[in-house]
Nanobody, 123 residues
Framework: QVQLAESGGGLVQAGASLRLSCTASGLAFSRYAMAWFRQAPGKERELVAACSWSGGFTEYGDSVAGRFTISRDNAKNTVFLQMNSLKHEDTAVYYC????????????????WGQGTQVTVSS
């Protein structure tokens, strides 16, 4: 059974950092591109970051580029999202996603999704 489990969300002050983790089971993790998407109330789901099989190629949403970093540890079937200099506008539910192929930035191309973890940045 494929499972993606996120952790690390929470309530922080503006300017703080958080590190999200997503651990996968039931899939060939090293041959799956992984990504983080987020969705705020009243907003469409948007790309946060995505990475290739080995993590050597990455893409970032415009609003987080330079502040967030995606990485992965294939030996642990885990993908991370390091979030620095958090802003109130980053408040959203963050979802981990995977696809059995190369890096893509459209959420509809990802077939496996976690349940999401809430990130709230106080203003």
């Amino acid at each position: 059974q494929v499972q993606l489990a996120e952790s690390g969300g929470g309530l922080v002050q503006a300017g703080a950092s958080l590190r999200l983790s997503c651990t996968a089971s039931g899939l060939a993790f090293s041959r799956y591109a992984m990504a983080w998407f987020r969705q705020a109330p009243g907003k469409e789901r948007e790309l946060v970051a995505a990475c290739s099989w080995s993590g050597g190629f990455t893409e970032y949403g415009d609003s987080v580029a330079g502040r967030f970093t995606i990485s992965r540890d294939n030996a642990k079937n885990t993908v991370f999202l390091q979030m620095n200099s958090l802003k109130h506008e980053d408040t959203a539910v963050y979802y981990c996603a995977g696809r059995g192929g190369g890096l893509e930035i459209a959420p509809g191309t990802y077939e496996y999704w976690g349940q999401g973890t809430q990130v709230t940045v106080s203003s």
